[in-house]
């Protein structure tokens, strides 16, 4: 035990923590010298792109690291009640033990892999205090229940012996804080809580946190790349790049007076509403589009477009898509935004003729798909792109990059193999500003962003005269996030297609879009100009959407965090 000369004034203090990772091919150096305290009842953001060594420094503060990691430094973590403070690097497994979840506790970016399908919430919740020594099954039950409640989870009495499957995603992420929050430890590590989550979520989620330090007078180390989730939520910000720290000081110094070149570029990569993306040829002249998309004809038109999934056991169907009108048309793009569950993505995967049509009319590049024969519409699958949100699943692993985006060019007959197609898969690659020498390496070889990149590659192949991206760029870096919404721009610009870009996003969409298209329970909500949409809404739930999203800058975030709650207010 060491004793901590700042134990009334910091929670934890990092001191030149260095990690490195054991591998095939010698040590790799993921952490080094990193430097920097956790005040008490604060919320520090951490920021800063995938690899750059974010969640391994928070992982070390409770030493939840591989036995390939090597550290070295100390992480020094005070006591709640201010009586000692721990060096956690030096601590036993049985030392550690007790300090996960009682003094800190861990909050992970995706709640399916942390919860148990086979076991009940409440029993989940209860686990933490059972391994700490409470027994007494109605002591359990009601403290599982009470912090159920806490988190926002309704009727938690009845829903405690719910399963996670019978949850949203954001009633999951609840649950995994409440897990956090149940031994009320001092200090919260939240890695990349809200990734996944819709905007709205999204808000619910941060307003949880904000209550962890403010209702619970925790600490808390919020992990994420998102700048406007920093400028929401955190008091102070510790940028890091390639496993050091290059910048921290309050959440006002970093985003008003950035030193680091490199926060300046994270800032200026992120999306803002009313920013809209310009491409520039070499001369460095605007790339505009030589026809006008509202004179060219269309592509596809919705009539009353219903889809329903069947029932199973009992159960009654599901509408997911409820009567929509809307039209696509050439060299147009469509932004589809909505949340989870709204049928954005079930209206793309009809268009591309991967769902079947259940009432009223959709036609796709002069096909009825209501009622539509397989071999009707095998033709015009060449003309169909699709750009799916998760590149990594939706790859072969065990094929190449080459055999991925080959593979459209051999199905449709316009190549026999693909050594054939090589020169033109390399000509792909690089089109989306990719190295050819990328063609004989595996996905998982490959960066997110890379990955997408390829995804787009794949999609363009057959060169179609419509394209379905289904939230391309919801899991990326907004560095990297920037570079493929331009990539996109310029090639939609230059080949022309009609494109429906579906996203949860709407500074993303407002970036792209000619028009947007606000879906909600299966029905659009509201349908217009892009600038109309997004300067003057007049569908309450497109202005609730707007409020929620994260606004990088603390003071404008402020007033938009207050413009929400008066929203949620007036609906309740």
Known sequence: MTENTNENKNLA???????SFMTDAGSIKAVEDVNFTIPRKTVVGVVGESGSGKSVTA??????????????????LSKRDGTDSLDVLSLSGEQLRQVRGS?????????????????????????????????????LRAKAIDILEKVGIPDAETRVDYYPHQFSGGQKQRIVIAMALVLNPGLILADE???????????????????????????????????????????????????????????EQVFYHPQDDYTKRLLGAVPRIGQKLVVRDREGRPIERKTDWREQPVAVEAKGLTITYPGHLMQPDFKAVDGIDFTIHRSEVLGLVGESGSGKSTT??????????????????????????????????????????????????????????????????KYGSVAEAKDYVGDLLEMVQLPRAYMNRFPHELSGGQRQRASLARGLALKPSLLIADEPTS??????????????????????????????????????????????????????????IMQRPEDPYTKKLLASLPVPDPREQQIHRAQLHELLAAEA
């Not at 819709?198 to 007078?217: G, M, N, P, W």
């Not at 808390?220 to 510790?238: C, E, F, K, R, S």
């Open 348 to 413: 793309g995967r009809a268009i591309a003729g991967l769902q079947k049509v259940s009432g009223g009319s959709l036609n796709v590049l002069g096909i009825e798909m209501n009622g539509v024969k397989e071999r009707d519409f095998k033709p015009k699958r060449a003309d169909i792109g699709f750009v799916f949100q998760d590149p990594g699943s939706s790859f072969n692993p065990l094929m190449t990059i080459a055999e991925n985006v080959a593979e459209p060019l051999i199905v449709h007959r």
């Open 103 to 139: 003094e800190a506790a861990m909050v992970f970016q995706e709640p399916n892999s942390v919860l148990n399908p086979v076991y009940t919430i409440g029993w989940q919740i209860e686990e933490g205090l059972r391994a700490h020594g409470l027994k007494d099954k109605k002591a």
């Open 475 to 532: 899991a990326l870096d907004v560095s990297v996030q920037a570079k493929v919404l331009e990539l996109f721009k310029r090639l939609q610009v230059e080949i022309g297609f009609a494109c429906l870009f579906i996203t949860h996003d709407l500074a993303v969409v407002d970036m792209l879009a000619d028009r947007i298209m606000v879906m909600h329970k299966g029905r659009i909500v509201e349908h217009g100009d892009a600038d109309q």
């Open 59 to 76: 992982r070390s503060i409770i030493k939840l690291l591989p036995e390939t990691a090597t550290t070295s430094g100390a992480v020094y």
């Open 13 to 19: 203090e990092i001191k030149d923590l260095s990690v």
């Open 193 to 251: 809580p809200t990734t996944a989550l819709d905007v709205t979520v999204q808000a619910e989620i941060l307003d949880l946190l904000r209550l962890a330090r403010d209702e619970f007078d925790a600490s808390v180390l919020i992990i994420t790349h998102n700048m406007g989730v920093i400028a929401d939520i955190a008091d102070q910000v510790v940028v890091m790049y390639r496993g050091h720290v290059v910048e921290q000081g309050t959440v």
